[in-house]
């Protein structure tokens, strides 16, 4: 059984930074694709990052290319988000998810990860 535990998020000015961690617990967290997602409340969930292996290509939606930078820690089993630049359009819910090995093209479609964590609130005021 995989689970997972964001922590981080918070209220911030445009413009700020925040650093999202989330820890994961189980096996194989080096084989897992692990990615981070957003959703704002009626909203469809919206993909952020993604990568397959420490080492790998990580991917990122255009909204955020160049602006966050997703990382994973495999010594303290932890996926981290680094939000720099953030503006009030990153505000929403913040996910990290987990599943085995998927293929590139499947990564940013919430429904290919099996576990999830439950979520950490990103405000960013104007």
């Known amino acids: 059984q995989v689970e997972l535990a964001e922590s981080g998020g918070g209220l911030v000015p445009a413009g700020g930074s925040l650093r999202l961690s989330c820890k994961v617990s189980?096996?194989?967290?080096?084989?897992?694709?692990l990615a981070w997602f957003r959703q704002i409340p009626g909203k469809e969930r919206e993909f952020v990052a993604s990568n397959r292996r420490r080492g790998e290509n990580t991917y990122y939606a255009d909204s955020v290319k160049g602006r966050f930078t997703m990382s994973r820690d495999s010594d303290e089993n932890a996926l981290y988000l680094q939000m720099n630049s953030l503006k009030p359009e990153d505000t929403a819910d913040y996910y990290c998810?987990?599943?085995?090995?998927?293929?590139?093209?499947?990564?940013?479609?919430?429904?290919?990860?099996?576990?999830w964590g439950r979520g950490t609130q990103v405000t960013v005021s104007s």
């Open positions: 998810a987990a599943n085995r090995r998927l293929i590139l093209s499947t990564m940013g479609l919430p429904r290919m990860y099996n576990y």
């Open positions: 189980g096996p194989a967290f080096t084989s897992y694709t």
